[in-house]
């Protein structure tokens, strides 16, 4: 196994080799941790995987269940695993040592996708996978901060190393600021007055720890609002952790960079967690997969033809047998395309910066909040 550091140092990789207590924390955390719709990502997949030489990345590498499924099902197969989490791609590195130099993993976000295979000397891919959102892993730490169920403090960051926490955009950014935040990424109707509360909290006392964000979102929104729908606080937690993470940028500006690296016939496969993530996906993929030419001419000029056929017919659920084992799976949806023989690499859409539209009426099927918090369905 190969590790590449970017931003961090590698992992060493004789450290690990013995490492019985780093063996049996891997081995716990993914029996913790189900991968969603393990059968159908791989299968979606597995068509681009078939011949000798072949390479599959995962950006977004997590505990490396969906990885190791498609090493297991393809002894010929390289697998590139990506991840801004030094702690998940750590217990990664345990849990697919077995495959020996088969795999080489990466710290990096995943955006960074040109730059690593770069780094590999890799100009195509055969797959891309990326399973969006927060993890498992992180929400179960209740150092990470990721949970309102538990008080802990606010930090929030998928990489510990990266520059500003929770807190720090709650104490530093302005009513404006934080209004957008709450309101965009989380959808909150009360993301004003949750603001000034905010506002006028902080001047008091910075925010430290989650306990009392939740008290305070409780305290500013209506009764009725309290009494339905779970704890008040999901929204403004997923707003805060989107903006930590910039996770709707990484998603916008990961989804062309990963598909123009793709060879002729590869696949992109994409989990999304939340009806913001999966609407920028289902934009992305389905220009991809139109025509760029004017609809009334009677011919298609070269190079504007569709440059991928769509996989998957609107965002897959998971069926019902993994929906009553794995509850999390609920608010997964599926997307995927393979790119069409003949197109030029370099040629993905430039992204399109995330624009809430209430005329276009882009709530329509949003994925409501469960039981367990926010929209992404994973959070406790």
Do not use: W
């Not at 799976?329 to 690499?345: F, I, K, N, T, W």
Request: charged share 30%.
């Amino acid at each position: 196994m190969t590790e590449q550091g970017t931003g961090v140092g590698p992992v060493d990789e004789n450290e690990m080799d013995g490492n019985d207590a780093g063996d049996e924390l891997a081995r716990d955390a993914a029996a913790r941790h189900a991968s969603v719709m393990l059968e159908r990502c791989t299968q979606v997949l597995s068509p681009a995987l078939q011949h000798d030489g072949a390479v599959s990345v995962d950006l977004t590498l997590g505990m490396g269940g969906h990885a190791a499924e498609l090493l297991d099902r393809h002894p010929q197969l390289r697998l590139v695993g990506v991840d801004r989490d030094p702690q998940a791609l750590e217990l990664a590195a345990h849990r697919l040592r077995r495959f020996g130099d088969r795999v080489t993993l990466v710290h990096s976000v995943s955006d960074g996708v040109g730059d690593v295979l770069d780094g590999l000397g890799l100009d195509t891919v055969d797959a891309v996978f990326l399973d969006l959102g927060v993890s498992s892993l992180q929400l179960d730490d209740d150092e990470r901060g990721f949970s309102y169920a538990r008080d802990t403090a606010l930090d929030m960051r998928m990489d510990p190393g990266a520059p500003r926490t929770a807190a720090d955009l709650l104490n530093t950014l302005s009513h404006s600021e934080l209004a957008r935040i709450l309101r965009v990424y989380g959808e909150e109707r009360f993301a004003p007055r949750i603001a000034s509360a905010i506002l006028r909290e902080r001047e008091v006392e910075p925010f430290t720890n989650s306990a009392r964000l939740v008290d305070l979102v409780r305290a500013n929104v209506p009764a009725a609002t309290r009494r339905t729908g779970g704890n008040p606080a999901k929204r403004t937690f997923q707003a805060l952790r989107i903006a930590v993470n910039d996770e709707l940028g990484v998603v916008e500006r990961t989804l062309p960079a990963a598909f123009d690296r793709l060879a002729q016939n590869g696949r992109l496969a994409v989990l999304t967690f939340h009806s913001l993530e999966d609407r920028i996906t289902k934009n992305v993929l389905r220009e991809l997969s139109t025509s760029s030419a004017p609809p009334d001419l009677p011919f298609v000029p070269a190079g504007s033809g569709p440059k991928a056929e769509l996989l998957t017919r609107g965002g897959e659920q998971a069926g019902e047998e993994e929906l009553a084992e794995n509850p999390r799976a609920a608010s997964a949806r599926l997307r995927a395309v393979r790119r069409l023989p003949g197109e030029d690499h370099d040629s993905s859409p430039a992204p399109t910066p995330y624009r809430k539209n209430p005329r276009k009426n882009s709530n329509r099927n949003p994925i409501e909040p469960d039981e367990f918090g926010t929209t992404d369905g994973r959070t406790p």
